[in-house]
Every structure is written in structure tokens, then in C-alpha cells.
């Protein structure tokens, strides 16, 4: 083990810059951390036990209960749910974080070479929360190895938290994609649909055109993974049709849109107001001819102007 450290302390150092210092810290610190066991810790005056943290479902969820695995590196005992905080902050990073508890703590593998504890946490305002949701042990949490009372603490290098997303897609914009300009007489419309998250189950049935015109919503395609959506419009009476076209998102109870967790556009999400192409059919027509003024019906010039 010691040549392999040192060679990589040697190929650190070959770069000849000021990292040379920390890579000579890091390695050594790397090797003490990975060779004191918990027997040596004990001797050493530690009173803590380490443990890391992992999930047990997929993240990002929108589950109201979540859970996760506790690991040991010693057999312990004496662990209950007033052990545990639950950490985290809301979705913009500056709130609180979720108001749920811990609300059960079960043995899975308690008896093992590396002991485990599937740890519950619900309740509280987890089922309307977004943003991180996190496990740590609480202040003054004690576990018993053997007869010894050890003081429990997080691996940092073993930390897993939940992304919990229970916040609605909303729509962004509606604007004009093709043509880019409002008057037209295409009959074939292309608008794009702008949502503030990637989003999924979007059909024909999904919009509906406004305005005058029988055409209807004839294509879909999925831009940027889903944040967007090109919507095309034909059919109908558009070939003849003048006046204004729009399109507008429906909220769907049976087959919503969503987001990747689960989340519904919610009408609360919609916007009223989106860009409209402005259909023109209609060719010019000759409106009325008449003498310039000042013009006679009689004349024998050989120029007359109208």
C-alpha cells in the first residue's frame, strides 16, 4: 500500500505547482480515514459510530412517505425514531425545509457484519412539499455496541438525500414558430408551446384551436427533452379562411399532461394571453373607377385620366 501511495504522491508532484502540498495532505488523510477501524477509533477516544445513508426508491418523487437505509459498521442497538432529524430545504434553495418526522425505524439486517435499519419519514407537509428531504441523526442521539454508548454520525461521503417535486408544470408561452410573422395565408401553422419543466403525455387532444376557423391540431413534436413542444394546425377551412388563429392548452382530467413524478398541469398554470397568426385569403378586388377631378364625361382630349 505504501508504494502505491507514494507514486501517486509522486505523479502529483511531477505537475510541479502548489497542489503538490495538498495532494501530499489528501492521500495521507485518504489512508487514515480508510485504515482506522472501529475498534481503533474506540481506542483512540472516540466516542461516535459512523453510518451512511442511502435511498430505497428512485428520486426525484413525489411520494408522501419516504425511506431510507441506515448502515453500521458495528452491530448496535437501541435506535428509535427520536434519534433522527430530517434535513433539507425547499425547491429555491432558500426556505425551510419539510415539516415531516420521522415515523418508524425497522431492523432489516440488525445482527449483520454491517447492520442496517430501514428508517420511515411522513406525516408533516410532505405531500405538498418540494425540494430536498435528508436524514441525520439528532442532537444527543445515543445507540448502544455492546454495552458502550456510542454517539451516532453521518458519513458525509454516504449522505443521499431525496429530491421530493410536488409542484405542477406550468405553461411558459405560446408563440408563433412557423411562419414567425402574424399575417399569413399558409395553411399550415406550426406554434410552440413553452413549458417551465420537461413534461410528458402531451397529445393532439392536449390543445385546441381558437378563434374562427374549423382547423384543427394535426401534429406534435417534442423539442429540448419535453420543455417545449411544436404544435401544428391544418385541416379545416383554413385554405379559404381569413381572420385570426390561436391555440390554447386543455386541462385534461383523464390523460393530463405531467411532469416526469406525476405532477398535472393544473389551470392554474395556463396563460391567457398567447401569440395568433392572422389568416388572409381574401385577394384584392377592384373597388370602384371614376374620373379624375375636374374631368368632363365629354371630351375629345386624347388623354383622359381616371
Do not use: H
Not at 74 to 102: K, R
Not at 190 to 206: I, L, P
Not at 226 to 237: E, F, I, M, P
Amino acid at each position: 500500500m505504501g508504494e502505491t501511495i507514494w507514486n501517486q504522491i509522486r505523479l502529483r508532484c511531477q505537475a510541479r505547482n502548489n497542489l503538490c502540498l495538498r495532494a501530499l495532505v489528501s492521500v495521507i488523510a485518504t489512508v487514515l480515514i480508510c485504515t482506522v477501524t472501529p475498534e481503533q477509533a474506540r481506542a483512540n477516544g472516540d466516542p461516535s459510530i459512523e453510518a451512511s445513508v442511502s435511498l430505497t426508491t428512485s428520486s426525484p418523487t413525489r411520494a408522501s412517505e419516504l425511506t431510507f437505509r441506515i448502515q453500521f459498521r458495528e452491530v448496535v442497538t437501541g435506535l428509535d425514531v427520536a434519534d433522527f432529524d430530517v434535513t433539507g430545504f425547499s425547491d429555491n434553495g432558500a426556505g425551510p425545509g419539510t415539516t415531516a418526522q420521522v415515523t418508524d425505524v425497522e431492523p432489516v439486517l440488525p445482527a449483520g457484519p454491517f447492520p442496517q435499519f430501514r428508517i420511515t419519514v411522513g406525516s408533516g407537509d410532505l405531500a405538498e412539499f418540494s425540494g430536498q428531504v435528508g436524514l441525520g441523526f439528532s442532537t444527543g442521539a445515543e445507540v448502544l455496541v455492546g454495552d458502550q454508548t456510542r454517539s451516532p454520525t453521518v458519513n458525509p461521503r454516504a449522505n443521499q438525500a431525496y429530491i421530493v417535486d410536488n409542484t405542477a408544470p406550468r405553461v411558459r408561452s405560446i408563440v408563433r414558430q412557423n411562419p414567425s410573422t402574424s399575417q399569413t395565408n399558409l395553411t399550415e401553422l406550426v406554434f410552440r408551446v413553452a413549458f417551465d419543466e420537461a413534461v410528458e403525455d402531451v397529445t393532439t387532444a392536449s390543445f385546441a384551436v381558437t378563434g374562427g376557423s374549423t382547423a384543427e391540431v394535426t401534429g406534435i413534436d417534442p423539442v429540448a427533452g419535453g420543455l417545449a413542444y411544436d404544435v401544428t394546425v391544418s385541416g379545416g377551412n383554413l385554405d379559404a379562411y381569413s381572420g385570426q388563429v390561436g391555440l390554447s392548452v386543455i386541462i385534461d382530467t383523464d390523460s393530463p399532461i405531467q411532469d416526469a413524478v406525476g405532477n398535472a398541469l393544473a389551470s392554474s398554470a395556463l396563460i391567457s394571453d398567447s401569440e395568433e397568426f392572422t389568416i388572409d385569403t381574401i385577394g384584392p378586388r377592384l373597388g370602384n373607377v371614376s374620373r379624375a377631378p375636374g374631368s368632363d364625361a365629354i371630351t375629345n382630349e386624347d388623354v383622359v385620366v381616371f
